[in-house]
Nanobody
Framework: VQLQASGGGLVQAGESLRLSCAAS????????VGWFRQAPGKERGGIAC????????AYADSVRGRFTISRDNAKNTVYLQMNNLKTEDTAVYYCAGDRREAKILGAIFREDSGQGSAMEYWGRGTQVTVSS
C-alpha cells in the first residue's frame, strides 16, 4: 500500500516535465491528492492539490499558471504537468493523499506539509532539477 511519485529529471529552464503519482494497494478515488516539494535547505511545502472528483484544484502562487494538476481515477494516478520550469523549481517532489480535503487544501494555502496529524499517505519523492 503506497504512493509512488515518478517522472522527475534534469531539464533546462523553460522546458516541461510531467510527474505522476501512482497508488498501489488501494484506490485513490476517495482521496484528495496534493503535490509538495522540498528544495535543499528548505521545508517541504504544498504546491497543488486536486479533490477526489477531480473538479476542484488549488495552487500555490509560485506555480499558478505554470503547473496543472489532474487525475485519472481509472489509472489510479494523479499528474502534475509542469511548464515553463524555472531554476527555483529545483526540488524533490512528493505526492500525498488524504481523505480530509481540508487538510491538504490548508497545506497548499499555507505552503507547508500539513498541520496536526500526518497525511494518510506520502509517496517517495522524485527529483526535479532545472538548469539555467
Amino acid at each position: 500500500v503506497q504512493l509512488q511519485a515518478s517522472g522527475g529529471g534534469l531539464v533546462q529552464a523553460g522546458e516541461s516535465l510531467r510527474l505522476s503519482c501512482a497508488a498501489s494497494g488501494f484506490s485513490l478515488d476517495d482521496y484528495t491528492v496534493g503535490w509538495f516539494r522540498q528544495a535543499p535547505g528548505k521545508e517541504r511545502g504544498g504546491i497543488a492539490c486536486i479533490n477526489s472528483d477531480g473538479d476542484s484544484t488549488a495552487y500555490a502562487d509560485s506555480v499558478r499558471g505554470r503547473f496543472t494538476i489532474s487525475r485519472d481515477n481509472a489509472k489510479n494516478t494523479v499528474y502534475l504537468q509542469m511548464n515553463n520550469l524555472k531554476t527555483e523549481d529545483t526540488a524533490v517532489y512528493y505526492c500525498a493523499g488524504d481523505r480530509r480535503e481540508a487538510k491538504i487544501l490548508g497545506a497548499i494555502f499555507r505552503e507547508d506539509s500539513g498541520q496536526g496529524s500526518a497525511m494518510e499517505y506520502w509517496g517517495r519523492g522524485t527529483q526535479v532539477t532545472v538548469s539555467s
